[in-house]
């Protein structure tokens, strides 16, 4: 079994600020794979289901941020898993809006969820990293994380989170490769051949299009030239 985890707030106050990406992450996966309905389980929110051949549970902690870990810790003890079988969603600050990292172990960069989790199941656990930038000054960063997403970010965001979910599947499988190209090919799909292709052949066409005959006499031709 997987325990995937989400960071965030609880309530609608907190439900579409940069901080909440990881829940939003879960709740696109839950939604798109077919998931049970949310329940409250392990002081957050719960739900049960499948995502290729491996049986996932998805945990949304309510114990606020800076105490993750303890709802974490909770479901790891009660399904007894190792932090190896931990996936946390999570923003990144030090990561461009849009983008997207796997990282396995290594430590919390100051992050209070990630702080909290380490506290209580250590630092061995896989993370996506999730970007949303930097405001430029650390004394911004509080108020940055607890700010909505703005409407100019709502495109990237939405092929991000689709993204996610398209390769969440491979992600549960351990195939960190085809997880991150899931996401690339919402985030930067390659151009169409198709508009390459009618952009040479109109090209093609114009350049290969004949002159048109001259059908002036030869007196017409020396007048015209002295004109």
């Known amino acids: 079994m997987h325990l995937f985890v989400g960071l965030g707030n609880p309530g609608p106050k907190y ?6 990406i990881g829940f939003m992450a879960l709740d696109e996966i839950a939604r798109d794979h077919g998931f049970a309905p949310w329940r409250s389980k392990f002081q957050g929110q719960v739900s049960e289901g499948t995502l290729g051949r491996e ?20 479901a790891m003890r009660f399904y007894k898993l190792d932090p190896g079988s931990v996936t946390v969603f999570h923003d990144e600050l030090d990561l461009a809006p ?6 396995q172990g290594g430590g ?3 992050h209070n969820g990630l702080r909290s989790i380490h506290g209580h199941i250590g630092e061995a656990y896989q993370r996506v990293r999730l970007g949303i930038g930097h405001p430029g000054h650390k004394d911004a960063v509080s108020g940055y994380v607890l700010r909505d997403f703005p409407k100019a970010d709502e495109g990237w965001l939405d ?14 499988a351990g195939d960190k490769g085809r997880f991150m190209n899931a996401v690339a090919l919402r985030v930067a799909p ?3 051949s198709k508009t390459v292709e009618k952009a040479t052949t109109k090209e093609t066409t114009k350049a290969s299009e004949p002159e048109p005959e001259d059908t002036r006499s030869s007196i017409q031709k020396l007048m015209d030239k002295f004109r």
Request: some cysteine.
């Open 15 to 20: 439900a579409r600020n940069r901080h909440n």
């Open 55 to 74: 049986k996932v549970l998805l945990l949304k902690p309510e114990t606020f941020m800076n105490k993750s870990g303890q709802s974490v810790g909770e």
């Open 98 to 103: 849009g983008k997207c990292r796997v990282k």
């Open 108 to 110: 919390h960069a100051g």
């Open 159 to 172: 092929d991000l989170l689709r993204g996610i979910s398209d390769g969440a599947a491979d992600l549960a």
């Open 190 to 192: 390659p151009r169409s």
